[in-house]
């Protein structure tokens, strides 16, 4: 009997890690699918990128471009939704124009194919591209804020200290002031973002005995998990306190 249950338990094991992988790409897939791309392109260069990490695995192909003038900043999107949106640095080969043997005359060209390469080696390192969030649309004060108001900015021009890393930070945190379309997000512009924040509807949870009662409430105060707030029961109009657990509960102890 045990040995037929632990079999069960190794083939849901393997089944499990299966379906894992069956919805994940590896970073070695996607610069593979880069270099491919790369080459289609007719340039030769290889991906700066961890082969080893894991992401999401997209429905539809990958949309590959580049993400300014060059090939040495691409740009990695889902087309089916915005699940995978990476920034790839490209090591790109260096390369020179031969010069033909068969007309050694040609010595003007060789001495320009020569000063190309100088401009070349002296050419700057490429900047540091940064990735920004900015409103699509104005927003008035006290506004909360929903993925379809936030739009991702990629450029060389901003300070990294002064954005977010990614949008989840910004997704239900308050606005302090109104802001207009295309402004670019601070931690100035929002108020700390908290699991209930002062208005939200939430349910108090209470034990009589063996037995749980739940009610309406709204939050009076802010709070983060484990924290004690004031809250409204919206059935009797009393203001109790409570602790706050997840998914918007009040627990009250008696």
Request: aromatic share 8%; with cysteine.
């Amino acid at each position: 009997m045990l040995s037929k249950i632990y079999k069960y338990f190794i083939i849901l094991f393997i089944l499990v890690i299966l379906n894992n992988n069956a919805f994940a790409i590896s970073g070695h897939d996607i610069s593979n699918k880069i270099s491919d791309w790369l080459e289609t392109e007719g340039i030769s260069g290889e991906p700066i990128f961890s082969k080893s990490r894991i992401f999401n695995k997209c429905d539809t192909d990958l949309k590959i471009s580049k993400l300014f003038s060059t090939y040495s900043t691409v740009r990695v999107q889902c087309n089916s939704n915005d699940i995978l949106d990476l920034v790839v640095r490209v090591k790109l080969e260096e390369t020179s124009k031969k010069v033909s043997n068969r007309d050694h005359s040609q010595t003007k060209n060789r001495v320009n194919d020569q000063k190309v390469l100088k401009i070349q080696k002296k050419q700057k390192p490429a900047k540091k591209i940064y990735k920004a969030f900015i409103l699509k649309t104005g927003l008035e004060k006290n506004s909360v804020l929903q993925k379809d108001n936030i739009k991702i900015l990629f450029s060389d021009k901003i300070s990294q200290t002064s954005f977010f890393g990614s949008r989840d930070e910004l997704i239900g945190r308050k606005l302090k002031k109104n802001l207009k379309m295309g402004q670019l997000l601070h931690p100035r512009h929002l108020y700390e973002k908290f699991d209930i924040n002062q208005g939200d509807f939430i349910s108090i949870v209470s034990n009589v005995g063996n037995t749980y009662v739940t009610v309406s409430g709204e939050a009076e105060e802010d709070g983060n998990l484990g924290d004690i707030i004031q809250v409204t029961n919206l059935r009797s109009g009393k203001t109790i306190k409570g602790y706050v657990k997840k998914n918007k509960i009040i627990k009250i102890f008696r």
